[in-house]
């Protein structure tokens, strides 16, 4: 496949401004750059624009890090409207490498059988897709020589077993602002075994631990702005500074980054500072491997006496029982301003098309659950 013939209309064109994934009229009067939709972690939906020339120097910098060149072949099975996929086409396109795309509906088997045809070499997946490599069992071809993770953290248990089934897997730090990966494994930690630690800046960016620890960014690959809806029309908000403040805090070590979580999901109970994701890990940890990190949620609501509490989502294909005796072990240990208040089964954890939990209608649900 030709990579540019993914590219939407107006790319080529410098001065249009391009809405990724709408197909209605261009709001007048903006900034001519890229646009990726985004609800970010408040909900608050709103568009990250990025320059053409920062997209090309992200994907450049991917390429050198994973060893991508003309001969190369990018397989995606990322949404393009999303930066990580689109990311994967400016990366052929720069290194003058084959592309392929998977179209149909995911399919962990199929996928498999698509990518050991194409001969690929390179891809980015997200953590739900390579849990289900490790769900069916399927080996990687043996021309893929990476595979970058984002959009979330692999578990130490699910990277191991993709890399027993020679999954060549390699945690990445990234996010819309920054046009795709801040940080990546390098391809030599294939041969150690996997963790999601630590993670080397690519050479595009600098990073400086800011107040109260939250990651600091700055580089050409840096988004330039916020397109924002509100009653009186759209608008645009100018970054401002050099340093992007991110989300999340973590810890530098050189050139080496360690994510701690996200900064603003931590919330108080009874005053004392508690991260759902950290519980909702210690709650699959003590289930003894009879529940998936990808069948349960722990979300916060909030709660007139304690400021917050904690509710456990879970999939209805976890028995009860399971539930049950789970939470029985963790609440031996835990203390009590970290104790799960209710539990809720749905069909399915509500996901976007990239397989991240989503925060607004998980908190809906919560909140039904205890009211």
Excluded at 98 to 116: I, V
Excluded at 192 to 215: D, K, N, Q
Excluded at 313 to 325: D, F, G, R
């Amino acid at each position: 496949m030709e990579a540019g013939s993914l590219m939407p209309p107006g790319f080529r064109d410098e001065d249009a401004p391009v809405l990724m994934g709408e197909s209605g009229d261009v709001p007048r009067g903006i900034p001519a750059l890229v646009y990726f939709k985004t609800s970010g972690s408040s909900g608050e939906p709103k568009w990250i624009g990025l320059s053409r020339h920062a997209l090309r120097v992200s994907a450049d910098a991917v390429n050198r890090h994973l060893g991508v060149d003309a001969s190369s072949l990018w397989a995606l099975a990322l949404p393009i409207e999303h930066v990580g996929g689109f990311g994967v086409i400016v990366r052929a396109i720069g290194a003058g490498c084959g592309l392929a795309r998977y179209e149909p509906k995911w399919n962990a088997p199929e996928f498999a059988k698509w990518l050991a045809a194409l001969r690929a070499t390179h891809l980015s997946l997200v953590p739900t897709q390579v849990h289900d490599f490790v769900a069916a069992g399927l080996h990687a071809p043996a021309s893929l020589r990476a595979l970058v993770v984002g959009g979330g953290c692999l578990s130490v248990a699910v990277g191991r077993a993709a890399r027993e089934l020679g999954w060549p897997v390699l945690a990445s730090y990234g996010m819309t602002e920054a046009g795709s990966q801040i940080a990546t494994q390098g391809l030599e930690l294939l041969d150690s075994p996997y963790s999601p630690e630590p993670l080397g800046l690519l050479p595009c960016w600098e990073a400086r631990s800011g107040s109260a620890g939250r990651i600091e960014i700055r580089g050409e690959a840096l988004f330039r702005g916020w397109l924002k809806q509100d009653k009186s029309g759209w608008r645009f908000e100018e970054r401002q500074g050099d340093w992007f403040v991110t989300s999340d805090s973590g810890i530098l070590d050189g050139r080496e980054l360690r994510i701690s979580g996200r900064a603003d999901a931590l919330v108080k109970i009874l005053g004392e500072l508690v991260d759902p994701a950290e519980v909702q890990a210690e709650i699959v940890a003590a289930s003894a491997g009879g529940i998936r990190e990808r069948e349960l949620v722990v979300v916060a609501v909030d709660d007139a006496r304690a400021g917050k509490r904690l509710v456990l989502i879970h999939e209805q294909s976890v028995p009860v029982a399971m539930i049950e005796l789970a939470l029985l072990s963790y609440h031996a240990k835990c203390p009590g301003f970290r104790r799960i208040s209710a539990a809720v089964s749905v069909d399915e954890i509500p996901r976007s098309a990239l397989g991240k939990p989503l925060g607004s209608e998980l908190s809906r649900i919560a909140k039904e659950a205890v009211n």
